[in-house]
Nanobody, 122 residues
Framework: QVQLVESGGGLVQPGGSLRLSCAAS????????MSWYRQVPGKERELVAA????????NYADSVKGRFTISRDNAKNTVYLQMNSLKPDDTAVYYC???????????????WGQGTQVTVSS
């Protein structure tokens, strides 16, 4: 079965760093664009970072540019989010997402992990 499992979340002080990992299984990882989203209770989910199938292109929310780095290792079926210079506003549940479009049957495949909590506080 398809599974995305996030890890690496936790409590960190402002200015600190965390590295999130998302381990994928049950599908052909290299066929999927990967991304990280985050959500605060009562607010809509927002895109944090995205990376293309081969890792050749990335995209970031303005709020995290210069601080976060998304990367992937297709041999390990894993996508990462390196978070530096963390701020209290980065506190959220972070979700891993896999997305693929099949043009032959015009269908989109969209998978989500269970999320991992990141708390930035003194």
């Amino acid at each position: 079965q398809v599974q995305l499992v996030e890890s690496g979340g936790g409590l960190v002080q402002p200015g600190g760093s965390l590295r999130l990992s998302c381990a994928a299984s049950g599908f052909t990882f290299s066929w999927y664009a990967m991304s990280w989203y985050r959500q605060v209770p009562g607010k809509e989910r927002e895109l944090v970072a995205a990376i293309t199938r081969t890792g050749g292109s990335t995209n970031y929310a303005d709020s995290v540019k210069g601080r976060f780095t998304i990367s992937r290792d297709n041999a390990k079926n894993t996508v990462y989010l390196q978070m530096n210079s963390l701020k209290p506003d980065d506190t959220a549940v972070y979700y891993c997402n896999a997305k693929r479009r099949d043009p032959v049957i015009d269908r989109e495949y969209d998978y989500w992990g269970q999320g991992t909590q990141v708390t930035v506080s003194s």
